[in-house]
């Protein structure tokens, strides 16, 4: 029974490290930036996926799916950010999120 639970474990591991992780540089386009309503619009777009997403402005990274990490990071207008998701629909997610980061709405 043990070197079955042994074998269950490491097919989980497998299967974790074959999870692909996408991570992307982005120029903000929206004059508001990531401040208010543009904020809560990116939490609700990263909710929608599975994928563990987190954001980077400089030192600081934040869980994306957290609207207080992302207006702790007071990302403004044409500021770069890198969007990073480790998840089976990390490229999915990723996508769109850059879609709604340069739209200049």
């Known amino acids: 029974m043990a070197a079955q639970n042994q074998e269950d474990v490491k097919e989980i591991s497998a299967q974790t ?9 982005i120029t903000i386009m929206n004059s508001q930036g990531l401040h208010a309503r ?7 777009i990263a909710a929608k996926y599975d994928s563990k ?9 934040v869980n994306g799916k957290s609207i207080m990490g992302i207006l702790m ?10 969007v990073t998701a480790d998840g089976p629909d990390a ?3 990723v ?5 709604f980061l ?3 709405d």
């Open 53 to 61: 997403i987190t954001v980077k402005k400089g030192a600081e990274s």
């Open 73 to 82: 990071l007071g990302a403004q207008f044409q500021n770069k950010i890198i």
């Open 95 to 99: 996508d769109e999120l850059e879609n």
């Open 17 to 25: 490290d074959r999870m692909p992780k996408v991570e992307k540089e």
């Open 38 to 44: 543009p904020a809560a619009l990116f939490v609700q």
């Open 102 to 104: 340069t739209k200049n």
């Open 91 to 93: 490229q999915a997610a």
